[in-house]
């Protein structure tokens, strides 16, 4: 059993950046990482992904804005979101994933506003 904890939200005004964390409460190296969202009245969509291996790869509307990373020594995947809009308001949770195994964290809120 893996916890994940999410960390960095907040209130931005629009093209400003944040950079979100997940901490883990156990050892990452063999999960696939993502990230998803869910604003208010929306399905939960994917935001980006990266591998075990590093792959990665973004959703169409993140692409050039949002970058992912994961640190495996210190247990933590990143989410550096920059050119924030206001559409990007929503939760955002934190997913690792291995064979059948799906470990969510709690999320933590965006909010992009003037």
């Known amino acids: 059993q893996v916890q994940l904890v999410e960390s960095g939200g907040g209130l931005v005004q629009p093209g400003g950046s944040l950079r979100l964390s997940c901490a883990a409460s156990g050892s990452i190296s063999g999960l696939n990482m993502f990230w998803y969202r869910q604003a208010p009245g929306k399905q939960r969509e994917f935001v980006a992904q990266i591998t075990s291996a590093g792959g990665i790869n973004y959703a169409d509307f993140v692409k050039g804005r949002f970058t992912i990373g994961r640190d495996n020594a210190k247990n933590m995947v990143i989410l550096q979101m920059n050119s924030l809009k206001p559409e990007d308001t929503a939760v955002y949770y934190c997913?690792?994933?291995?064979?059948?195994?799906?470990?969510w964290g709690q999320g933590t809120q965006v909010t992009v506003s003037s």
């Open positions: 997913n690792g994933r291995r064979g059948g195994y799906s470990y």
